[in-house]
């Protein structure tokens, strides 16, 4: 018997691995620059790692989904995290911690492989758009208690070895609730072989998917991962700003069934669009308690973006699979590969710029924070014109054979 309730909860915990090891590393980035010396760059290459594992444990994870079980893909997850966390701790040099933080990736990636499609299979309907999206809650979710937990830490000088330990807490947990269960088996047959999922994919709606995606995770991505460096002289803590962005992303996602079901799903990204870039346009040009605000704009923008992406594949091309679903997300993850050094170069750029103009101090930091942020900003511009393509594009349509219809 499949015990779907047990099964959620352990990809929830999984989640919060993920989330754990995407904060807790963005609060640490400051100390391992000064421990080892590192430049803003190599930061970035550091980061790409964790985006890099990702999207090539969630493309092998679709493709063996159906043959190995979601249960074999959680194990090697585990297995990831932990030889990831502890090599991340114990590195000590620019190469190992490029190494682990591959690690971490792969452990993540594996999570997404294996819970999306256990959730659409588990779930049918809007309750399959509510679940999805309460699952994704957990990434924000962790993410806010990483911030949080950051901020203790830190107040209290625990180094940052010390504070990547906490990570193996969830992770340990979530092995023990995926222990010996049974999951559920695809609704769309088609799904189940490789060449059917990729049939299922090769179609301009999926094409299209796929490199929104790209840019929908840059948006999210580019700007959390890099907020205690890009917003350190803004007059707001960086912290206190990621915990804001992501607990009203947990709780947008706890509601993303009912949003979804009143302004559809391509309503909502589009949605989302205008309001990061609302979000990410004052963060560029305002300081001190305004910059709250632009973190109130920035989180409801991007709460929708990841689960409802996912979501729509499952929903309007159900015949792509597992194997669709882990695609899409590993194009998102992918994307940062590239971009993560970019922004990390960006960050040095502008403070070269900035210096050259006779800047210093804390107004240096402040001017190369905001013109990274105005960057990031045409992103997520570009996705309002996607989006409302996407949106007229999808008026009227139904569900690829009703297959998620109750």
Not at 18 to 42: K, M, N, Y
Not at 238 to 249: C, D, E, K, Q, Y
Not at 250 to 263: L, N, P, S
């Amino acid at each position: 018997m499949i015990n779907d309730k047990k099964l959620f909860l352990g990809s929830c915990f999984a989640l919060i691995t993920t989330a754990l090891s995407f904060s807790l590393r963005a609060g640490i980035l400051p100390q391992v620059q000064a421990d080892l010396g590192l430049s803003g760059e190599q930061l970035g290459f550091i980061n790409s790692m964790w985006f890099l594992g990702f999207p090539i444990s969630m493309i092998i994870g679709g493709l063996i989904y159906h043959s190995v079980g979601g249960s074999k893909i959680m194990q090697f997850a585990f297995l990831a995290h932990t030889i990831g966390i502890i090599g991340t701790i114990y590195a000590g040099s620019y190469t190992g911690l490029l190494v682990a933080s591959l690690l971490i990736g792969l452990g993540n990636g594996c999570t997404e492989a294996a819970c999306n499609p256990m959730i659409a299979d588990a779930y049918e309907g809007n309750k399959m758009s509510k679940m999805m999206n309460r699952f994704h809650m957990w990434f924000p979710g962790g993410i806010v208690l990483g911030s949080l937990l950051s901020l203790l830490m830190d107040s209290i000088n625990l180094s940052w070895q010390t504070q990547i330990w906490v990570i193996m807490i969830p992770t340990l947990i979530y092995a023990y609730l995926f222990w010996g269960e049974k999951w559920p088996e695809a609704k769309s047959k088609a799904a189940e072989s490789i060449s059917g999922s990729i049939q299922g994919m090769m179609t301009p709606l999926f094409i299209f998917m796929f490199f929104c995606m790209a840019v929908t995770a840059s948006s999210e991505f580019g700007t959390t991962q890099w907020v205690q460096l890009i917003l350190a002289k803004s007059g707001a803590s960086p912290m206190l700003v990621l915990a804001l962005v992501t607990g009203l992303m947990a709780i947008a996602r706890f509601f993303g069934g009912e949003m979804v079901a009143k302004f559809s799903m391509t309503g909502v990204l589009l949605g989302s669009a205008i309001l990061s870039t609302i979000g990410l346009y004052m963060f560029s040009t305002m300081t001190g308690a305004m910059v709250y605000v632009a973190a109130i704009f920035f989180g409801l923008g991007i709460a929708y973006f990841w689960p409802n992406m996912i979501g729509f594949v499952a929903k309007y091309i159900p015949k792509s699979g597992a194997l669709g679903l882990s695609v899409v997300g590993a194009m998102g993850m992918f994307a940062n590969v590239f971009m993560q050094p970019v922004f990390g170069s960006m960050i040095d750029s502008n403070r070269t710029k900035a210096i050259a103009e006779g800047i210093t101090g804390d107004q240096l930091e402040l001017v190369t924070g905001q013109n990274t942020l105005f960057t990031m900003m045409l992103f997520t511009a570009s996705l309002i014109l996607l989006f409302s393509i996407l949106h007229f594009w999808m008026r009227g349509k139904e569900p690829e054979g009703q297959v998620l219809a109750h």
